[in-house]
């Protein structure tokens, strides 16, 4: 074996080679790419990259002409990892890796470990040295330990940087991107006033293309360089956990594209993505599939992972398109996938792959989640990997999406006949730890905005989804709203404008975000919504077979018994004077928010605080009292 001996601690020696070649080089991310050392007297930079198939690499930049001949590349074996010490390199200099492959041709290739790379449409990567960035959010990450996500409120604000907010375009800036400490001065205000307890940030990864909203990856280890630098990112997210906000970040161990730049035929051969196209490429989304049967491979993907956690100190990820990864005919047709060994179509490496990462990432960073991203009933998404799950922390709630989406589509005369739809999600609310989602996904391709999928006109579209919006509050799982949904977008969202916020200046807009905030406020402050969120004892219906006035209520119980809440909603536009609610005890109901109030763009009908249950039986209670319900009324009281 042609290992160096007496190597250099930054050097790749025989126990990388071994432990990447098991996949077990969980911080092979400071080993790969490119790292600021010193040999002796000589400041420079050492190159490593892995490229098995190759016959030979080098380094080229600005700093050498581009020059192919001028920085080769020594090979390491077993593994095929090529090394060399370029001295004197300025900070942000531009390279690529230039590979002779093995048909002899050359190709020019962007560092897949790169920490930084130049703005599009620019595709080479950058020089940059991470070890000085500074932080100051140890009360955050020491709390971070201990925290629990199955007991503690997850209210998650979904964000795409650069259309959330904007500034005015100009010849000098076409884009009007806020960058990263922009973004978080404002975005922290804003999560603050709102109430949400995280802010989960979509296609940071650097992807040359605007409009795949950053689901088409070359750098996986680089945060895009279209809002700053890796020392602004670092800062916003340091800025957002002094200010008590966790970070989530969309993830894409799925697929990744076939950009010449990027990790797609690296060496000239398949190196990160299956050889055989039946298993190698997405048909509909023309992207290529990761190899996971390759240690090499899954070990690129859980040092990235553990990357954004360790070194970005990221709070979680939200691994995109699980499903895609688990079947083998996943938006295949036949003769389009093979099946696996046991003739199935399961893909059994992605299985071991995502029982790896998340025994790893969980396993070093206690307090941190992985979320998935998972569409279909695979069991046992958030089971723990001894019992045979993947051991995700959290999953998307998919089915209830649907479901929810569904329904408030229908006109409020055809609900009756859907009534199941909204109370089927409890059937199995406890299978996996959830998170309810109104995602990105729901307002895109012309399936319209929030808002928009409401029946009716004017005042019956708002105060539907204000009863729409109560209803995932009060049910149990953790919560999801992607940005301009919390004040009624009425566009569909386009990654290429800012939201529309000027629709605040109008009364209805305003009332739909006053109501959400104080939903968001309510979540937070009422234990009852979330501390036992894993377990039937947290949740019970009152009535859940209402379906002819489609009126739905229930009750949300804290540990302890003390705050519950009830929560009546009602789905249609007819008032329900003699309305009467079935109650498990005989005391008092505090109403403490109500759709019909001035602010939430009601009537403002005055109506007492207090309403004291009395001996009368109703919705198979022993208890009950009075309460006139307006058309696509909510309320919801505390005893």
């Known amino acids: 074996m042609a290992v160096k001996k007496n190597i250099k601690p930054y050097e790749i ?44 690499v080098s380094v080229v930049g600005d700093f050498n002409g581009w020059n192919r001949e001028a920085n080769p590349m020594e090979r390491g074996e077993p593994l095929g990892i090529y090394t060399c010490f370029v001295p004197d390199l300025p900070e942000m200099s531009l390279y690529k890796y230039c590979i002779k492959t093995y048909k002899g041709e050359y190709i020019l290739k962007a560092d897949p470990f790169a920490n930084y790379a130049e703005k599009r449409p620019g595709t080479a990567s950058r020089v940059v040295d991470l070890s000085h960035i500074s932080w100051t959010d140890s009360e955050w990450m020491e709390k ?37 400490r922009e973004f978080a001065k404002e975005i922290v205000k804003y999560v603050k006033y709102m109430g949400y307890t995280h802010v989960e940030i979509m296609g940071i990864a650097e992807h040359p293309f605007d409009g795949s909203w950053g689901y088409q990856v070359t750098g996986y280890f680089a945060p895009t360089s279209r809002y700053g630098t890796p020392e602004d990112f670092a800062w916003m997210i340091n800025y957002l956990h002094r200010n008590k906000i966790g970070v989530i970040l969309d993830w894409v161990p799925a697929h990744f594209p076939r950009d010449a730049h990027g990790l797609a035929d690296f060496d000239g051969t398949p190196t990160f993505e299956y050889a055989d196209p039946r298993k190698g490429e997405h048909p509909d989304w023309g992207t290529k599939i990761f190899d996971y049967g390759k240690n090499e491979v899954q070990n690129f993907l859980i040092s990235n992972a553990l990357f954004w956690i360790e070194n970005y100190h990221v709070d979680g990820l939200r691994v995109d398109a699980v ?52 569409s279909t009933a695979w069991p046992k998404v958030t089971g723990k990997v001894e019992d045979d799950g993947l051991g995700f922390s959290l999953k998307w709630n998919m089915g209830w999406m649907h479901d929810f989406t569904e329904y408030m589509k229908l006109d409020p005369y055809f609900r009756k006949g ?27 391709h012309l399936k319209c905005s929030m808002l928009n999928k409401m029946p009716g006109l004017g005042f019956d579209k708002y105060a539907n989804l204000k009863a729409g919006y109560a209803f995932m509050i009060g049910h149990a799982g953790k919560k999801l709203l992607f ?17 529309d916020w000027f629709l605040l200046a109008e009364p209805e807009h305003q009332a739909i975000q006053n109501w959400m905030r104080d939903l968001l406020h309510l979540y937070r402050k009422n234990r009852a919504l979330y501390d036992q969120d894993s377990t039937w004892e947290g949740f019970e219906w009152i009535n859940a077979d209402d379906r002819d006035r489609s009126i739905y209520s229930f009750m949300r119980h804290g540990k302890g018994g003390k705050k519950n809440l009830l929560f009546v909603i009602n789905f249609t536009p007819m008032a329900r004077d003699d309305y009467r609610v079935g109650v498990p005890r005989r005391k008092q109901y505090k109403l403490i928010m109500n759709s019909d109030d001035l602010q939430y763009g009601g009537k ?36």
Request: with cysteine; net charge negative.
């Open 13 to 56: 020696g025989e126990l990388d080679h071994y432990l990447f070649g098991q996949g077990t080089h969980y911080e092979i991310y400071r080993k790969l790419g490119a790292h600021r050392v010193k040999d002796g007297d000589q400041e420079g930079v050492y190159f490593a990259v892995w490229a098995p198939h190759a016959q030979g």
């Open 144 to 180: 971070r330990r201990t925290w629990d996500h199955t007991v503690e409120p997850m209210s998650i604000y979904e964000v795409h940087i650069g259309s959330w907010k904007k500034h005015p375009l100009t010849e000098d800036d076409e884009d009007g991107f806020y960058n990263y």
């Open 323 to 374: 499903a895609s990864m688990l079947y083998l005919d996943y938006g295949k047709q036949d003769g389009q996938w093979v099946a696996n060994k046991y003739g199935g179509n399961k893909n059994l490496e992605a299985i071991g792959f995502f029982k790896h990462l998340n025994s790893v990432v969980l396993g070093r960073n206690p307090g941190a989640v992985m979320i998935a991203e998972e």
């Open 418 to 444: 859907a009534h199941n739809l909204m109370t089927f999600a409890m059937s199995y609310a406890y299978s996996e730890n959830y998170i309810l989602v109104l995602s990105h996904d729901e307002v895109v």
């Open 483 to 499: 940005m301009g949904q919390e004040f009624a977008q009425l566009r569909e969202w386009s990654e290429k404008r800012e939201l």
């Open 604 to 639: 403002g009908e005055v109506r007492p605080k207090v309403y004291k249950a009395v001996k009368s039986e109703c919705d198979g209670r022993p208890y009950s009292f009075a309460y006139k319900l307006p058309p696509y009324g909510v309320a919801i009281f505390e005893f």
